[in-house]
């Protein structure tokens, strides 16, 4: 039986960072990589706060940024319990194969749908973030920029979970499809970032 995750949003930060490294399957890659598009969300929404000043829809995009930040923190745990679930499906007892491989495809399954969660507003916030960068206030740059790094750490970590339980439950959809749409337009989101970057250097 999968023991309760606890709520990784209520913890201390260090105790948080301690259950990572712990001798523990979970929280893992996912949970940190939902965490890293919060913590980017969260700099998203102060740099826009700050740019009132630059850009009309400032404060739209704050709010928005808050928006992703309360939906991709709670699928920190959603991850661990997803994760949980495939460790119990592989515990299942060999006396029925089938049973036991259904579990495991559909426990898989499930596995990958989180971080694909995670990624989808990792995207948005990165693109958000992005434009920060490019028009917002330029005293917050260097926050935005850190937003776009760390979504895109996040982006690429959740990606590469979905890839990797779609694989192991040998699913044949367009999740994988889905990921490579999503690492392009991060992508093009590091490109703004570099971009800019760039001419404020020249």
């Known amino acids: 039986m999968t023991e309760t995750v606890p709520n990784y949003a209520e913890l201390p930060l260090g ?82 194969d089938e049973k036991r491989r259904r579990r495991i495809r559909e426990a898989l399954s499930e596995a990958a749908d989180v971080p694909l969660s995670i990624a989808e507003v990792g995207v948005e916030v990165a693109g958000n973030a992005a434009r920060l960068v490019e028009e917002g206030n330029p005293n917050l740059r260097g926050d935005a920029a850190t937003a776009t790094v760390l979504a895109k750490a996040g982006v690429r970590a959740a990606a590469t979970l979905v890839e990797i339980n779609v694989s192991a439950g040998g699913a044949d959809d367009d999740r994988l499809s889905r990921v490579d749409q999503l690492l392009a337009t991060m992508a093009a989101a590091q490109d703004v970032v570099e971009g800019t970057e760039a001419r404020s250097r020249g």
């Open 15 to 96: 105790r948080f960072v301690d259950m990572v490294a712990s001798r523990e399957p979970a929280p893992g890659g996912g949970a940190s990589a939902a965490v890293a598009v919060a913590l980017a969300a969260a700099l998203t929404a102060m740099a826009a706060r700050f740019s009132a000043d630059h850009l009309a829809d400032a404060e739209t995009i704050a709010d928005r940024a808050e928006e992703l930040r309360n939906r991709v923190m709670p699928l920190a745990q959603a991850d661990a319990a997803a994760y949980g679930r495939v460790l119990d499906a592989y515990r299942t007892p060999r006396d029925d």
